[in-house]
């Protein structure tokens, strides 16, 4: 079993600045990685799909890059409602299978 | 817009069955080019895939519930269902159904484009 490990755990910065976020797999998971947004109380929103591209109505200050095992989520310059958890997740080359990373939780410094 | 709603029991007794519904709406469990799919949330805890099915009555199931679990599509109602037997306290989370876009390229080959239309969760607590 794949297993990603998200880094750091919690990061704090403040509106305007610039995030990135890490996401590691376990072995080769090629760019079949996606990235979620969670905010309190709701349900797990799409960003990024296959690595790196940005799913439907989602900003262009999020960005997706990386392949193999190492990937990274980066928001350009913060805005207020990006404050949440950000999960990765990946799907297998055979059979579909897919996991979740433990998460990151970005919040305001 | 495709929406999906989940429903069920919100209390469920240890052994028992946990059994819940997803009703769609904007959309079709019989479209192709869909992988319908559960997802559950631990009280303040990550996410964890539980299993999916597609279109066409291909699932798949998490190695770590697969023993337990039973997907189902009911494309008449225009719902999919989940069901996890054998219950315990460890089972209480939140519970997601989802839509992702993805399907069979043929043979040992599919593609998968991300769960991007979810439920708005329903919470299952396991006690007596």
């Known amino acids: 079993e794949i297993v990603l490990t998200q880094s750091p755990a919690t990061l704090s910065l403040s509106p305007g600045e610039r995030a990135t976020l890490s996401c590691r797999a376990s072995q080769s998971v090629s760019s079949y990685l996606a990235w979620y947004q969670q905010k309190p109380g709701q349900a797990p929103r799409l960003l990024i799909y296959d690595a790196f591209n940005r799913a439907t109505g989602i900003p262009a200050r999020f960005s997706g890059s990386g392949s193999g095992t190492d990937f990274t989520l980066t928001i350009s310059s913060l805005e207020p409602e990006d404050f949440a958890v950000y999960y990765c997740q990946q799907r297998n080359n055979w059979p579909p299978l897919i996991t979740f990373g433990q998460g990151t939780r970005l919040e305001i410094k | ?128």
């Not at chain 2, 929406?3 to 069955?17: I, Y």
């Not at chain 2, 009911?74 to 054998?86: G, H, I, P």
């Open chain 2, 1 to 128: 817009q495709v929406q999906l709603q989940e429903s069920g029991p919100g209390l469920v007794k240890p052994s028992q069955t946990l059994s819940l519904t997803c009703t769609v709406s904007g959309g079709s469990t019989s479209s192709g080019g869909f992988y319908w799919s559960w997802i559950r949330q631990h009280p303040g805890k990550g996410l964890e895939w539980i299993g999916h099915i597609s279109h066409s009555g291909s699932i798949y199931y998490s190695p770590s519930l697969k023993s337990r679990i039973t997907i189902a599509v009911d494309t008449s109602k225009n719902q999919f269902s989940l069901k996890l037997s054998s219950v315990t306290a460890a089972d209480t989370a939140v519970y997601y159904c989802a839509r992702a876009r993805g399907g069979s390229c043929g043979g040992d080959c599919y593609y998968y484009y991300g769960l991007n239309v979810w439920g708005q969760g329903t919470t299952v607590t396991v006690s007596s």
